[in-house]
């Protein structure tokens, strides 16, 4: 029979928090988006403007662009951290304290930032956080991993016997017994070792040939050291890197080949999305540097990517912290966009899997064991 195991079970107050912190990040994403594709219309504009008039806000000499750009930023830094907020729940649930911490560090900025989108939804999600540090769920959580099974008492071992001795003459005992006389047909001994008349016969064991000596004894088969196997965790680690990296690396790749095509086409798009571009100082050829600069900058870092996860899922612990410093750097970046796409939460809501999974117990467990 199976042991019963000893883990605790989930309270329902940690099931229905994370459920509501999961489901509520993913209406956050939509209302950023949401926001961010009307922040161009009349009503945006009219909504802001009374900010504008604030005598604060006017001697400083912000514009409405500026504001816009401010939005548009806020708005970004909350669908990111309601994307990682949606990823860390399945973490959550799986009775991950370092997940919950994360969690709980990333409502803080979700709510802030959400009020330029929708607070109702940012403010759900903070109060399902926050519930977790209280009642069964804290108890929960701080009981720690899963809890080891008691060992299982050794079997007493039984005595070995006492070696036997053949019993010499002592002074109790009487004189040796004497050798049998032979069997009729058997062989002689031969007149050398046969003993003088007259005197009595002590019988010993015949001498052993070296090469019936058994071997020294090998290692126990069970002995053997057992190669662990690699973790499911750095497995989907390293296949979400392979598949960002070459998603983008031909995203980018083929950007530029169309850049190179057809520059004036793009040219004329870029002035169209910013026409300050321009007043900014920014010429045509700086443009379109900046554009190879940067894309080739971003095909390396891909390849890179892609090769450092090779090199984890060889188990190289160098690689382990080169890929995590890459997929740091990732997170930032993302944070950081000021493009006014959904579409860029998407690599954001990869990189901060991968990096949960990336740090997971098991991963380094395995790493280390080398």
């Not at 500026?66 to 990682?84: E, H, N, Q, R």
């Amino acid at each position: 029979m199976s042991e019963p195991s000893t883990t605790p079970s989930r309270p329902p107050q940690v099931t229905v928090a994370c459920g509501i912190a999961m489901v509520g990040s993913v209406f956050v994403v939509l209302a950023v988006w949401d926001r961010i594709a009307g922040l161009h219309t009349i009503d945006t504009r009219e909504t802001l403007r009374p900010w504008l008039d604030d005598p604060v806000l006017r001697k400083s000499g912000i514009t409405m662009a500026d504001l816009l750009v401010t939005v548009k930023i806020i708005s970004m830094i909350a669908g990111a951290c309601a994307a990682a907020i949606a990823v860390l729940g399945f973490q959550t649930l799986r009775r991950s304290r370092s997940a919950r911490l994360v969690m709980s560090v990333l409502a803080v900025p979700m709510f802030l930032a959400g009020l330029a989108a929708d607070g109702i939804f940012s403010s759900g999600v903070a109060a399902a956080v926050a519930t977790l540090w209280f009642g069964p769920a804290r108890v929960w959580f701080q009981d720690g991993a899963t809890t080891e099974k008691p060992d299982r008492p050794a079997a007493p071992s039984a005595p070995s016997a006492p070696r036997s001795t053949p019993p010499g003459p002592g002074p109790s005992q009487g004189p040796s017994p004497e050798r049998p006389p032979p069997t009729p047909g058997w062989l002689a001994p031969p007149a050398s070792s046969q003993a003088p008349p007259g005197t009595r016969y002590a019988w010993a064991p015949p001498p052993t040939s070296p090469y019936d000596a058994p071997g020294p004894p090998g290692p126990p088969r069970s002995a053997r050291p057992i190669r662990p196997t690699r973790p499911n965790a750095l497995l989907g680690a390293c296949l979400l890197v392979w598949t960002f990296c070459l998603m983008t690396a031909l995203l980018v790749g083929g950007s530029l080949a169309v850049l190179a095509a057809d520059s004036a086409t793009v040219l004329d798009r870029m002035h169209e999305q910013d026409p300050q571009l321009a007043e900014r100082g920014f010429s045509d050829h700086d443009l379109l540097v900046i554009g190879y600069v940067t894309g080739s900058l971003v095909i390396v870092w891909s390849l890179a990517a892609g090769a450092l996860a090779v090199v984890v899922f060889l188990r190289h612990r160098w690689g382990w912290y080169a890929l995590l410093v890459s997929t740091i750097g990732v997170v930032i970046l993302t944070l950081l966009a000021t493009f006014g796409f959904i579409l860029v939460l998407i690599p954001l809501a990869a990189a901060v899997t991968t990096l949960a999974l990336l740090v997971r117990p098991e991963v380094k467990a395995w790493l280390v064991s080398r």
